[in-house]
């Protein structure tokens, strides 16, 4: 597992957190809200009457240093609603962060190759299998693969040369390979790593006018 995937698991893990967190955001505002309307409402002041005979109550003075500890419920929304929008801004800025991070090209993709070829010639697999359109669209880099070029019913022939993505013919490109059942000289080629496309160019040489198309 790459580092990609990795930060793929963590922001659906932070998607999850995100709500959450969201959630208990409005719910402290809410809270908020509520102490704040609480707050305002208008005291209730007793009618005082002093014809009332006021008692004298015996009681005990209370330690001050209780109830110091505790924290104003006020205070306390207060510092989970702080505690809250920063893990809001941190989860977004992680998000942007990841999102604008370059993709590393993965080892299981493989450039698509694009076939490009004259007028006669076939591509087959190493098993002698004729690949169809679609599936030459989709070779990969590094796939064994024949060039066959078809023999016409002309007297005469004797060998053909095949070039891939050159400009200009080698004796190298010569070839004497001949399929009787299928009638085709061919050659074996493997794409290259480095090519995005395949250039395949023919031609059949004639014992007696040479090489036909020149």
């Keep these: 597992m790459d580092i990609f995937n990795i930060l793929g698991y963590i922001n659906k893990l932070s998607l999850v957190a995100f709500v959450v967190t969201l959630g208990v955001l409005l719910y402290q505002v809410y809270l908020l809200k509520k102490d704040s309307s609480q707050s305002h409402e208008e005291p209730v002041i007793p009618d005082f009457n002093e014809n009332i005979a006021k008692p004298v109550l015996n009681y005990t003075k209370l330690d001050q240093s209780i109830g ?48 490009v070829a004259s007028k006669g010639i076939k591509i087959y697999d190493d098993k002698w299998i004729e690949l169809k359109e679609d599936e030459l669209a989709t070779m990969s880099a590094g796939t064994a693969i024949i060039i066959a070029l078809d023999k016409p019913d002309i007297e005469n022939i004797d060998k053909a040369r095949i070039r891939v993505n050159q400009s200009s013919w080698s004796v190298d490109d010569e070839s004497l390979k001949f399929d009787e059942t299928r009638r085709v000289y061919y050659r074996d080629y493997i794409v290259a790593t480095d090519s995005s496309f395949i250039k395949a160019e023919a031609q059949l040489h004639s014992s007696v006018d040479g090489w036909l198309g020149e």
């Design 68 to 115: 110091k500890g505790e924290v104003p419920k006020n205070n306390t929304n207060l510092i989970i609603l702080i505690v809250t929008t920063i893990a809001i801004i941190s989860f977004l800025s992680f998000t942007i962060f990841a999102k604008n991070s370059p993709r590393a090209p993965t080892s299981d993709t493989e450039p698509l190759v694009k076939l």
